[in-house]
């Protein structure tokens, strides 16, 4: 039967974060760093606000867009948080997580032969999604010495004349790095010069932990030329509602309209009346989630560094990227041992892209006494190993 699975399906890998996590579910007592999930339940008045909506009997579809409620309280939130202005008729759609509004960006405005750049390390849906687009993906590094930031040097280094578009993902899974205002106008220069469109997921924006996040489609320069991806996953712990949205200039969102219809028709009317009650109500819980993120983040770092594991402190997200180069070990082997011998799951970095390499993702969206366990016993794995 092989032979009747396409060329692109078959050249795409299978997700490395997965793999480890399904190992993970075989075995006893295991601390798992690996999957980015929230282990906050939804606000209360969020699941209150849905399950109304279903005794009421709204459980049909809604328009292929989304409910008028939903993306007219999209475009409030994007203009009072971010600065930003979307047309609630034109350029908002809401789609099934962000990653179906990533995959229906790419699409819709990929042709084969395109050269795509993606900032990596990054979520490992990009490349496959450029691939299957028929697209050529092309990496463009981001180091630890610039704190994972994209830097212009690096993204002119791999602009070509066939390069189209730039994927960027900040604040950055998995290395928890963020772009300032002064980082996006460099990149922004670059993009004008050259034409280039942007796809920027911010799915983590609102877990910005020094300072706010900054949006490049508020530079006045890439409106235009900007498709913005964002959800309710990370910031509400809506990951298992499937509620993402993009926004786009009308004719790049016309396009992604027209693929958004044939694979998912519309997202489901549940999860987008919860959205919709999330951004009306959810400010406080979701406030509160972000103080004990922070707290576990400087928790967990300082003591990854206590144990040789060098490691940057990430100003976004919920992932902590240490260097495991000190104990010899490649970062699958890391991994894998540390799995085996102490029952703690992380992820190589090195599936993340190759700027990954010698690193391992570690989730500390879990409890500090989960954490503080972990860390116990990475410490007697490093200990073993000397």
């Given at each position: ?102 995959d229906i960006a790419i699409r819709a405005v990929v042709d084969p032969g395109d050269e795509v750049l993606v900032a990596e390390p990054c979520y490992v849906s990009y490349t ?259």
């Amino acid at each position: 039967m092989r032979d009747f699975v396409s060329a692109r399906a078959r050249a795409i890998p299978p997700s490395g974060i997965r793999r480890f996590f399904d190992i993970a579910q075989t075995m006893e007592d295991v601390i798992s760093l690996g999957v980015g999930e929230p282990d906050f339940v939804t606000p209360w008045c969020v699941c209150e606000a849905s399950i109304y909506s279903i005794e009421q009997g709204s459980t049909a579809y809604t328009s292929n867009k989304g409910t008028p409620q939903l993306r007219g309280a999209i475009s409030r939130y994007l203009d009072t948080r971010f600065g930003i202005r979307y047309n609630v008729d034109e350029e908002i759609i809401v789609t099934c997580g962000v990653s179906e509004a990533a995959d229906i960006a790419i699409r819709a405005v990929v042709d084969p032969g395109d050269e795509v750049l993606v900032a990596e390390p990054c979520y490992v849906s990009y490349t496959p999604c450029v691939s299957l687009a028929g697209g050529i993906p092309v990496t463009v590094h981001c180091r630890a010495e610039d704190e994972f930031r994209l830097t212009a040097d690096a993204l002119a280094e791999s602009i070509t004349p066939r390069t189209k578009v730039l994927i960027t993902n900040f604040p950055n899974n998995p290395t928890g790095g963020v772009m300032q205002e002064a980082d996006w106008r460099g990149i922004a220069d670059l993009l004008v010069d050259h034409d280039l469109l942007l796809i920027s997921d911010e799915v983590y924006a609102e877990l910005t932990y020094d300072g706010n996040h900054f949006a490049p489609a508020a530079i006045p320069e890439l409106r235009e030329r900007t498709i913005t991806l964002n959800g309710f996953s990370k910031a509400f712990a809506m990951t298992g509602w499937r509620i993402g949205y993009l926004c786009a200039p009308p004719e790049i969102s016309a396009a992604a309209l027209k693929i958004h219809q044939y694979v998912a028709l519309c997202a489901p009317v549940m999860g987008q009346v919860a959205a919709y009650e999330a951004l009306r109500n959810g400010e406080a819980e979701k406030d509160a989630m972000v103080r004990e993120y922070r707290l576990r983040r400087n928790l967990f770092v300082d003591g990854l560094n206590k144990l040789g594991l060098t490691c940057h402190l990430p100003k976004g997200a919920f992932y902590a990227f240490p260097s495991v180069e000190s104990t010899g070990m490649t970062d699958t082997e890391f991994a894998e041992a540390l799995l085996r011998e102490q029952h703690v799951a992380v992820v190589p970095g090195s599936v993340l892209g190759p700027s990954g390499a010698g690193h391992v993702r570690c989730a500390y969206a879990v409890s500090r006494d989960d954490l503080k366990e972990a860390l116990a016993r990475m410490g007697l794995f490093l200990q073993s190993r000397k």
